[in-house]
């Protein structure tokens, strides 16, 4: 860590303090509106949408935002903005006051997510990009692994004490970023934003690019709907459910640097198809266990493992590529949509993996399975007009 940049040293730490606040509080959020505040489960649901779509919708507005404003400025906002979203969430208990800090925490997401990425290209020299993403995946996840063991000890106090920690973290990340991130000049734009969001999406291999990598975000999403519902199914225990999440923490915590480290000198795409490959097969497992259930054990291990080597292995190539696709001035504006169509296909896929779930779980590993094998295969479609191919 200490032979990057200090920009990129902050962010990492900042990414840790991000991931730690967040699932410090969300997790126990339609928990403590249901049974603290009564709250019908429709007005949860609402709720907790609206933060979602707050931040997948305005991934974009981060991104250009970013690049016009300068990605330091966006940070801090983005910080600053949650600390009050989540500050919110400790004094509120009115469906006004819950709707408007799940707003403010979307878009804080939104305005931070991107531009940290888009500060850490732009900051990493080109040859240890990849590198610095791998670390920043390994803060992150130790971030979420932190999180939910904080914000279980702080709910046998009280819910409150929980949101108001959680808005400190932010607060305290405000003020770091603020006295420790350098101030950058932000040189004008020689084009407008409609014009430089339209030469991104007039981009054919970017977009090509986006519309593939896509399937990691969507793959990774099945921590959250698949993957639990197989471990409970295999083993009849609610409690098999954490299992899942500490796996595949753990073993990104003690791969993702090493497996970077070790696929340097392989093609960019190629190691991209080959995660998201090993992501979609992973799903084969506890599709075959229904027909031999003494193996759904095992078979969900498999698909944990699959899923976390796979991101591994693909996820810092994703974000080092992204950039590559356009010029420096607007990395934001291209992690922007990026993130956005990535977000849409992950919600659009997700849902049609809900609904297949109805007729048998076996349908929903199997969907999965081919949207690693459909995406791995599309990373092939840009290789003819695109330079990144080769590399």
């Given at each position: ?5 200090l920009p ?16 410090l ?7 403590h509106?249901?049974?603290d ?5 429709a ?24 690049d016009?404003?300068?990605v330091?400025?966006?940070i801090?906002?983005g910080c ?10 400790a004094?509120?208990d009115?469906?006004a ?13 939104a ?6 990425r888009?500060?850490i290209?732009v ?10 993403f ?6 992150a996840?130790?971030?979420?692994l ?17 949101a108001?920690?959680?808005a400190?973290i932010?607060?305290?990340?405000t ?18 934003v ?12 970017f ?5 593939a990598?896509?399937g990691l ?6 921590l959250?709907?698949?993957l639990?519902?197989?471990?409970n199914?295999?083993?009849g225990?609610?409690?098999?459910v ?9 073993v990104?915590?003690v791969?993702q640097v090493r ?7 392989v093609s ?5 198809a ?27 291990v498999?698909?944990v493992?699959?899923l976390?080597?796979?991101t591994?292995?693909a996820?810092?190539f994703v ?10 001035r607007?990395t ?5 949509v990026f993130?956005?169509?990535s977000g849409a296909a ?9 609904w ?10 199997l ?10 295969a599309?990373m092939r ?7 990144w191919a080769?590399?």
């Open positions: 860590m200490r032979t990057f940049p990129v040293r902050v962010l990492l730490v900042n990414q840790f303090g991000v991931n730690t606040g967040f699932y509080l969300i997790p126990y959020l339609a928990t509106m249901t049974e505040l009564e709250l019908s489960a007005l949860v649901g609402v709720v907790l949408g609206v933060r979602n779509l707050s931040q997948q919708g305005l991934f974009l507005l981060g991104g250009t935002a970013a016009r404003l300068g330091r400025g966006v801090i906002t600053a903005v949650r600390t009050f979203g989540f500050g919110l969430f004094i509120g009115s469906p006051v819950l709707l408007a800090a799940a707003v403010l925490s979307g878009v804080a997401g305005l931070f997510n991107p531009a940290v888009a500060y290209a900051e990493t020299p080109a040859p240890r990009r990849a590198e610095a791998a670390l920043f995946t390994v803060y996840q130790t971030g979420a932190v999180g939910p063991v904080l914000g279980s000890a702080l709910l046998l106090v009280d819910f409150r004490l929980s108001t920690v959680a400190g932010f607060a305290l990340l003020v770091i970023q603020t006295l420790v991130l350098p101030a950058r000049a932000v040189p004008a734009a020689p084009t407008s409609l014009a430089d969001i339209k030469a991104c999406l007039a981009n054919r291999p977009m090509a690019f986006t519309v990598a896509a975000f969507t793959l990774q999403n099945q959250y709907l698949v639990p519902f197989e471990a199914r295999a083993t225990w609610a409690g098999s954490a299992g899942v999440f500490v796996l595949s923490t753990v990104t915590l791969g497996i970077t480290r070790a696929l340097g000198d960019r795409k190629r190691a991209i080959v995660g998201l490959l090993v992501m979609g097969l992973g799903f084969l497992a506890p599709a075959a266990s229904y027909l031999w259930p003494a193996l759904s054990v095992p078979a969900v498999v698909a493992l699959g976390a080597v796979g591994m292995i996820q810092p974000y080092e590529l992204v950039p590559a696709f356009g010029a420096e607007v934001g504006t291209y992690f922007g993130y956005l169509v992950a919600a659009v896929t997700t849902v049609v993996v809900g297949v779930s109805d007729a048998g779980g076996w349908w929903a590993c969907v999965c399975a081919a949207v690693g094998l459909v995406c791995a599309g479609i840009p290789e003819r007009t695109a330079t080769t590399s």
